[in-house]
């Protein structure tokens, strides 16, 4: 998809999708709301100069401007293909309303926007996300996850969201101490 094509978003999106999956197992919200909305949130990304994107996400953001401006235009371009796919007029402002405030409005408006928002930060956590974040910021893998394990419940909104995060998180954990265990 063209407007995944910047900030690894196909990965992050792949595995965003995956995690909307799982946590819709266990949370009644509305698959049909929350698949798409997982799928199209970051697509605002790609009218967000390159140079800029490191600057607008992350463990230290100091353009809020552009974090901002991935949003709102993302729930522009979201919009135009949810209705050149025919899909349901009525589902679409519910997915461009979790889309425009997915970062930026830490609270949820339902729970839709919940597990979307919940599915979207266990990337930071994932296998892949925590190795791609970690090379982009530059992070001390150790430092970065027991940080992210305090944060646990502060970011995440529903009770799966946050098991899930801590199970993912402890694997992370276990990944680091292994590879920092000299071999006998």
């Given at each position: 998809?063209p ?9 992050h ?11 819709l ?5 509305l698959?049909?709301?929350v698949i ?10 790609s ?34 293909i ?19 405030d997915h ?12 597990v ?11 296998h892949a ?22 944060e646990?419940?502060?970011?995440f ?11 993912e ?16």
């Amino acid at each position: 998809m063209p407007f995944l094509s910047t900030r690894f978003n196909e990965i992050h999106t792949f595995i965003v999708y995956q995690y909307a999956l799982l946590l819709l197992q266990e949370e009644p919200a509305l698959p049909e709301v929350v698949i798409p909305a997982s799928i199209l949130h970051d697509v605002g990304w790609s009218v967000v100069p390159e140079e800029e994107q490191l600057k607008a996400f992350g463990p230290v953001i100091t353009n809020h401007k552009m974090r901002r401006k991935h949003e709102v235009e993302g729930a522009v371009i979201a919009r135009k293909i949810l209705n050149e796919l025919a899909y349901d007029p009525g589902l679409i402002p519910r997915m461009a309303e979790i889309i425009e405030d997915h970062d930026t409005y830490p609270d949820a408006k339902s729970l839709d926007d919940a597990v979307t928002k919940d599915a979207d930060k266990l990337f930071r956590v994932s296998h892949a996300g925590f190795r791609i974040d970690n090379e982009r910021f530059g992070a001390d893998p150790l430092a970065r996850i027991e940080n992210l394990i305090r944060e646990i419940d502060n970011w995440f909104l529903t009770k799966t969201g946050k098991e899930m995060a801590r199970h993912e998180a402890h694997m992370r954990k276990k990944e680091i101490r292994e590879i920092q265990v000299p071999a006998l």
